[in-house]
C-alpha cells in the first residue's frame, strides 16, 4: 500500500469531520437551513431524474392531467384532489362507481392545504402548480426548526442535528416539496408538541385545530395532552413534582379547554362532509373507496384494518407480525435512552401509532403517515453511535431514490 492510499482514508475522515463541525458551529436555525437545502437539492435531482420516466410511460390524463411539466409532475397523484378543491371546492354529489357505490373524491382530502393555496394563487396570480411545491416547501423548513427544537431541548444539539438530517434527507424526504399537505401537518403538529411542552394552551388550541383541518391524525394531540396531563396529576399526588410543577385551577380549565376544542376539531370534517352532500357517511364511504382495491369492500370497524390486511396477503404469519409490531413497539418506547426525548414525545409517538394502526391500511402511503413520527429519529439509541448514525445515513442516500421510483414514479404514495 503505497503513503497516499494509506493516508487518503484518513484525509476523507478529517474532512468529514470538519464539515460536521463547520455545521455545529453555526446558528440552529442556519444549520437548519443548510441542511435542509442540501435535502432539497437532492430530493429534486431524483424527482427530475424520475420525472423524464413518467412521461414517457404514463397516457394523457392518467395521473397529472392534460398538462406535462416538471411542476405538474410535482402536484400529481394526490395532488390532483388538492387542486380540484382549491380550484372548485368540494363536490355537493358523491360520484358513484358502476356497482353504485361512492367513488374516490376529494371528500377524504382536508381542507386547510389547498385553501391556503388558493389564498397564495388568488393573492399572486401564481397556478396551482406553482403555489401547491412552494407552500409545502415553506412549510417543510418550518417543520425542520421546529423539529430540531423539540428534540435539542430533551437530547441535545447533536441528536437534533442528525433528527433533522434524517427527517429532511431520508427516503421520504421528497414528500416535503411535492404538492401534498404533509409539509404543513407536520409543521403544525411539531408546532403544537411544543406548545404542549411549554404550556402554552392556547397556542396549542390553535395549531392543533390547524392540523385536524389539514390531514387525518390529528387527533393524537389532544389524547397527548391528556395522558401527559394525568401523569402529571399522578405525580402531583404521589408528591414527585415541586408544587409549581402541579395544576393550579386556571391551568386545569385550559388545559380542557384546549382537549375539547381539538377533538371537537378532530371529529368535525365527517359531520361538515354530510352536511354538504347530504349524505351522513358520506366521509367514511369515501375513505373506503380507497381500501377496495386491497381488501375488498367491507365494513369499518377501528383496530381492524392491519389484521384484515396481513390476513388477506400473508396469513397467520402476516398477523404474527402485527402482533409483534403492537409489542414490540411500546417496548422500545419505553427504553431508557428513549425516554431521554421526553414525556410528550413519547406519548405522541405511541397516541400517534395507536391512530395509525386503528384507522388505517397497511399500504404504500403508510410510510408517509408515519412522518410525524421523525422526533424519534433523534432518539439516543439510534444517534450515540457512529457505526449506527452511519448506517442511518446510508440508508437515507440509497433509499431516497427507491422510494422516489417505487411511490412516485409506480404509484401513489
Known amino acids: 500500500m503505497t503513503r497516499l492510499e494509506g493516508t487518503l482514508p484518513q484525509s476523507i475522515a478529517t474532512g468529514r469531520r470538519r464539515a460536521i463541525d463547520a455545521v455545529a458551529s453555526l446558528p440552529a436555525w442556519a444549520a437548519v437551513l443548510l441542511v435542509w437545502t442540501g435535502g432539497r437539492l437532492v430530493s429534486t435531482l431524483w424527482l427530475a431524474l424520475a420525472y423524464p420516466l413518467m412521461a414517457r410511460s404514463q397516457p394523457e390524463n392518467a395521473i397529472w392531467g392534460n398538462e406535462h411539466g416538471f411542476l405538474r409532475f410535482l402536484t400529481s397523484w394526490d395532488g390532483q384532489y388538492y387542486e380540484q378543491i382549491s380550484l372548485h371546492g368540494y363536490p355537493t354529489t358523491l360520484p358513484l362507481d358502476a356497482a ?12 386547510a392545504f389547498p385553501f391556503t393555496i388558493r389564498l397564495l394563487t388568488v393573492s399572486t396570480g401564481l397556478p396551482f402548480d406553482v403555489g401547491a411545491p412552494a407552500v409545502a416547501v415553506i412549510a417543510g423548513f418550518v417543520a425542520a426548526l421546529l423539529l430540531h427544537r423539540l428534540v435539542r431541548e430533551r437530547a441535545g444539539d447533536a441528536a437534533a442535528m442528525w433528527a433533522v438530517f434524517f ?27 411544543l406548545a ?3 404550556r402554552r394552551y392556547g397556542l396549542l388550541t390553535l395549531l392543533g385545530v390547524a392540523a385536524a383541518f389539514t390531514r387525518p391524525g390529528a387527533l393524537a394531540l389532544p389524547l397527548t395532552l391528556g395522558v401527559v396531563a394525568l401523569i402529571r396529576l399522578v405525580q402531583l399526588r404521589r408528591g414527585s413534582v415541586r408544587v409549581l410543577d402541579g395544576f393550579p385551577l386556571g391551568e386545569l380549565l385550559r388545559v380542557v379547554g384546549a382537549g375539547v376544542a381539538m377533538v371537537a376539531a378532530g371529529l368535525a370534517w365527517p359531520f361538515v362532509a354530510a352536511h354538504v352532500t347530504g349524505q351522513p357517511d358520506a366521509y367514511l364511504a369515501t375513505e373506503m373507496s380507497w381500501w377496495v382495491n386491497f381488501i375488498g369492500r367491507v365494513d369499518f370497524m377501528p383496530l381492524t384494518p392491519w389484521f384484515l390486511t396481513t390476513a ?6 402476516g398477523v404474527m407480525i402485527v402482533i409483534g409490531l403492537l409489542v414490540g ?54 444517534v450515540a453511535k457512529p457505526w449506527m448514525r452511519w448506517t442511518l445515513v ?20
Open 329 to 382: 413497539y411500546p417496548v422500545w418506547l419505553l427504553r431508557r435512552s428513549t425516554r431521554r426525548l421526553g414525556t410528550t414525545t413519547l406519548v405522541f409517538s405511541g397516541a400517534y401509532a395507536l391512530y395509525v394502526f386503528a384507522v388505517s391500511l397497511p399500504m404504500a402511503s403508510t410510510p408517509r403517515l408515519l412522518m410525524p413520527l421523525a422526533p424519534l429519529l433523534g432518539s439516543p439509541e439510534l
Open 100 to 111: 353504485g357505490h361512492v367513488a374516490q373524491n376529494a371528500w377524504a382530502f382536508l381542507p
Open 167 to 193: 427527517f429532511t434527507c431520508g427516503p421520504l424526504s421528497f414528500l416535503l416539496q411535492v404538492g401534498y399537505a404533509e409539509s404543513t401537518f407536520l409543521a403544525l403538529t411539531f408546532g403544537a408538541l
Open 196 to 198: 404542549l411542552e411549554h
Open 312 to 317: 388477506k396477503w400473508l396469513g397467520v404469519g
Open 394 to 413: 446510508t440508508c437515507a442516500v440509497l433509499g431516497q431514490p427507491v422510494l422516489v421510483a417505487v411511490l412516485w414514479l409506480l404509484g401513489p404514495p
